[in-house]
């Protein structure tokens, strides 16, 4: 049995924590022995104790900002570097201690923080690294540029989530030769036995989810809502998710908006969603507003529920969705444009039925946790056999 440590360096439970969670539930125990590596408390570790998985924990480490703006130049406080450097240090050593107890093989980084302490710790044991690839940036500044070679030139294989994402990662660059694209996937089994809402044509039910950062694009949605109560007064839109930054910068912006437009008693804010079939049972429409997205996990999910999305039409989301096959695709950051599009989905019965037909269909034939984890593991043979 060979042993993996997974390693995850976030506390949050959020769409790569959730796919990590999935492919250890299904990867083949009589062949890898999962050891998970994340900071101690936080949702993901309550996740964990709840899904029985062996995991240890390790100190977190609290990133300073070093770079700021000095007119049109991007500069870096030293002193800063410094202490950022010196504070990775007690995590190292740590995850040296767990891979020389466990004796592991093989080390699968699941965020892109984990990703400098991976590589070193790859370099220092010489045991092979895979740096999962989740999510990118739209601008790198020169030192996360540096920072990601830095990655690249350690990372024995990456795994990337969309075509698109590995096509943006070339640009850097980063060695295509190494890359992988493997698409996310869903556990059919979790929405089996799914109840859908009992729809009433005159109040349907939007629905939206992610961590509520400002590229995720809630406030296009919000935006958008005034055109659509034109047609449909009695609309709702619920909202999943929480900001993640310490202030609420964003989520209290989403608030302002909605003061702004009188819209407090047609949109409602959830908060994290333990459960997203919780969400789901409770919508008519999907609707996902990114202004850059490599995969969007939440568009499976939905498909998988079988509600009908409608998407921005950017990133790796066209390799889920066929504009009018199986999903609704429409241009980042155009409310009105989005707000046309979901009320012509809305007022159709027959486009919303042809959709998740088809969107089934996409699931079971392309995204599926099974698929997911078999092209995993088969990445695990060649790494470990070589």
Known sequence: MRKILYLQTESILGGAEVSLLSL???????QFHPVVVCPKGGDFERALQQSGICYRTISSQTIKQAGFWWGKMRLYNPVVLLENAIGTLPILFELK???RIE???????????????????????????????????????????CLFRFYGFFSTRIIVNSKQAMQYLMKLPLS???????????????????KPRSKNRNAPVLGAMGRLVPHKGFHFIIE?????????PMATLIIAGEDPTPDHTYYNDLISRVNRLRLASHVRFEGFVNNPITLYQQIDLFVHTPLNEPFGRVIIEAMAAKVPVVASNVGGIPEIITEGLNGMLVPAGNPDSLAETVITLLQSKDIQSKLIQNACQTIQQQFTIQA???QVQHLYFQMLNA
């Open 372 to 374: 997911h984890v078999s």
């Open 24 to 30: 250890i539930k299904y990867l083949d125990k009589d």
């Open 176 to 194: 295509s030769s190494k890359m992988v694209c493997i698409y996310n996937g869903v556990d059919l089994s979790r929405f089996e036995r799914i």
């Open 103 to 145: 004796s592991i093989e093989l080390i699968h980084v699941n965020t892109l923080k984990g990703v400098f302490y991976g590589a070193l710790i790859s370099w220092i044991c010489r045991i092979p690294m895979i740096w999962h690839m989740r999510d990118y940036f739209t601008w790198y500044s020169p030192l996360q540029k």
């Open 97 to 99: 201690k767990i891979v």
């Open 224 to 232: 958008a809502m005034p055109r659509i109560l034109e047609v449909f």
